[in-house]
């Protein structure tokens, strides 16, 4: 029998990278998951096959070093450490930060840290990169009708002169991260993920995220939106995103930008699936006006790979149900995530 092959994932607690991780042991890899905190990451050592292919490694993004041992022996890395800074180094909101620190405290240290990472796994000769990124690099001023992610590229300049930070610090981290795969010859695939739904795989996936919203709403009690939105939100199965993840780590033809989301639904459409599970007193108001379209998007990328992508009503299903199963320090929520 051959060696199982290693990947290192970073940012493994995480939401996206706890499935990254559930995925790869259930493939049969052998894993080099990297966390701030090694206390927290002993709860990934439950999930099957963690026995015997998984290593806990500790790194933090600030000392890029930290990723020298995770790196090293790996084949494959996919990062899921760079989740999107909502205030300053203070605490304070992005929103209320002068222009020069937003830049210095939500762009810039994604970017450089993200860059040293991968210039370090070129080193290591790590053959290939994926990168956890966001829709919000795919919102040029003019967009296409229909979104390519080729095409349809979001300025940094426009994002930084509107204050769009938050959005700039994902496409500062993707230009970042293509020119040090350039330099270093790292093929890199860049996923470009929506609002996350699925059930949660750690407990602390229940306190961030929309996830607490929903939970809420399951409790009865209001959630994120006290009228519905006129817009639209696209929705990523973070099960989906593994698929995806190690699907272009073993596809030598697979590089650049991929829409790696379900779909798009207008919010009316959303609140009306999730009405299907929860009690109506959270649920918000309507708001009386003519819902807007939701985003088309051109899946013929996403698509190539062959991964299925799990339809909207049964991501939202299957996240409702999962709140029934069992207490939040439950071992694993297998018979969901499966
Ligand atoms: N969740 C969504 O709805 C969503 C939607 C679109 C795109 N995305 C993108 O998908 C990626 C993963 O998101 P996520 O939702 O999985 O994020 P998450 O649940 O917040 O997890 C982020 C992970 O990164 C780790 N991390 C944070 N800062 C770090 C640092 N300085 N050094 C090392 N590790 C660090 C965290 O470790 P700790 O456990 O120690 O905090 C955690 O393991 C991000 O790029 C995010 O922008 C997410």
Not at 121 to 136: F, H, I, K, M, N
Not at 268 to 289: C, K, M, S, W
Request: proline share 7%; net charge neutral.
């Amino acid at each position: 029998m051959s060696e199982p092959k290693t990947i290192c994932i970073a940012g493994a607690t995480g939401l996206a990278g706890a499935y990254m991780v559930h995925e790869a042991l259930h493939q049969g890899y052998r894993v080099h998951a990297t966390v701030r905190d090694v206390h927290r990451a002993e709860r990934l050592r439950r999930f099957p096959g963690a026995s015997d292919r998984l290593q806990i490694f500790q790194a933090h993004t600030e000392s890029p070093d930290s990723f020298i041992a995770p790196l090293t022996g790996a084949e494959a890395v996919i990062l899921a450490c760079f989740p999107t800074p909502r205030s300053g180094r203070d605490g304070r909101p992005v929103a209320e930060l002068e222009p020069g620190r937003a830049w210095r405290e939500i762009v810039a240290p994604s970017k450089v840290a993200c860059r040293q990472i991968l210039q370090i796994a070129g080193q290591a000769e790590v053959s290939a990169a994926v990168l956890c990124s966001s829709t919000a690099s795919a919102a040029p001023a003019t967009p296409s009708p229909v979104l390519n992610e080729l095409r349809d590229v979001s300025s940094l300049a426009d994002q930084r002169a509107t204050g769009k930070y938050m959005q700039a610090q994902k496409t500062a981290l993707e230009q970042a991260a293509q020119e040090a795969a350039d330099q270093v010859g790292l093929r890199l695939t860049t996923l470009l993920s929506s609002m996350m739904v699925a059930p949660a795989l750690l407990p602390w996936h229940m306190e961030g995220h929309v996830l607490r919203f929903l939970a809420a709403l399951a409790r009865g009690e209001p959630g994120w939106h006290r009228q519905v939105p006129s817009g639209s939100m696209s929705l990523t199965d973070p099960a989906d995103l593994a698929r995806f993840a190690l699907a272009a780590c073993e596809t030598p033809a697979v590089s650049g930008r991929y829409f790696t989301l379900s779909d798009s639904w207008t919010w009316a459409r959303i609140y009306q699936e999730i009405a299907r599970y929860v009690p109506a007193t959270g649920l918000p108001a309507p708001n009386g006006d003519v819902p807007h379209l939701p985003t088309l998007y051109d899946f013929s990328r996403r698509d190539s790979l062959g991964v299925r992508f799990t339809p909207i009503e049964d991501m939202l299903g299957r996240f409702f149900q999962s709140l029934s199963l069992t207490a939040a320090d439950a071992p694993l929520r297998d018979a969901v995530a499966d």
